[in-house]
């Protein structure tokens, strides 16, 4: 399977504890970008990579959350002391940037749950 | 601020009807509107759009732009039970580095027998 792969799929942790999730993009992909979607929601925007730069992030990302993409490949976004507010499917996509437009491709998430 | 809205919310069709979902948006720099199918898992690509009144075709689904007025649709045409999905709307911008997708909450659809 060549598409986007994301682990775990599922994490149930209790409020208070670290997570960290993984995503591997599509391998000629440059471009790595995660999302939150809650229930009843689109996919709400919380980061990009090019290569290894982190470009933008949203205000959604408080300082409990950071993301890596240490060589360019695949990412890692990790949550502090999680929050009962955190649970939501996290989503991760990639996409490869050529003349312009890019499609991202999306990977079948992490689905957390903080009890 | 950004806004993707998508309607109607949720629809209940019948195997062979044609369904029309409709997005509309206020972006600051329109680059291209994408359309995402999503069921239990991951939105799963199908249509992006940049050019305005050309149509995207893919078998029974059919979008189409119209960048005056902000919008676009999503035709099914003799929809089937594995049509049943939830359909993302989603503006990029063209802020130069960004290319962060705004998605609207979708619209549920039901295809039932």
């Known amino acids: 399977d060549t598409g986007v792969s994301q682990n775990p799929r599922h994490k149930i942790t209790k409020r208070g504890q670290n997570v960290t999730f993984r995503c591997d993009p599509i391998?000629?992909?440059?471009?790595l970008y995660w999302y939150r979607q809650t229930l009843g929601q689109g996919p709400e925007f919380l980061t990009y990579?090019?290569?290894?730069?982190?470009?933008?992030k949203s205000r959604l990302l408080s300082d409990r959350f950071s993301a890596e993409r240490p060589k360019g490949s695949f990412s890692t976004l990790e949550i502090q002391r999680t929050e009962q507010g955190d649970s939501a499917m996290y989503l991760c996509?990639?996409?490869?940037?050529?003349?312009?437009?890019?499609?991202?491709?999306f990977g079948p998430g992490t689905r957390l749950t903080v009890l | 601020e950004d806004k993707v809205v998508q309607s109607p919310l949720s629809l209940v069709v019948h195997e062979g009807d044609t369904v029309t979902l409709n997005c509309s948006y206020e972006?600051?720099?329109?680059?291209?509107l994408l359309w995402y199918k999503q069921e239990k898992k991951a939105p799963t690509f199908l249509f992006m759009l940049?050019?305005?009144?050309i149509e995207k075709k893919s078998g029974r689904l059919s979008s189409i732009l119209d960048k005056k007025e902000l919008s676009s649709i999503l035709n099914i045409t003799a929809t089937q039970t594995g049509d049943s999905a939830i359909y993302l709307c989603?503006?990029?911008?063209?802020?130069?580095?960004?290319?962060?997708?705004?998605f609207g909450t979708g619209t549920r659809l039901q295809v039932t027998l």
């Open positions: 996509a990639s996409s490869l940037v050529a003349g312009g437009a890019d499609t991202q491709y």
């Open positions: 391998s000629e992909h440059n471009r």
């Open positions: 990579f090019q290569n290894e730069a982190q470009l933008e």
């Open positions: 972006v600051t720099n329109f680059r291209s």
């Open positions: 940049t050019s305005s009144g």
């Open positions: 989603a503006v990029a911008e063209n802020t130069g580095t960004a290319s962060k997708l705004t």
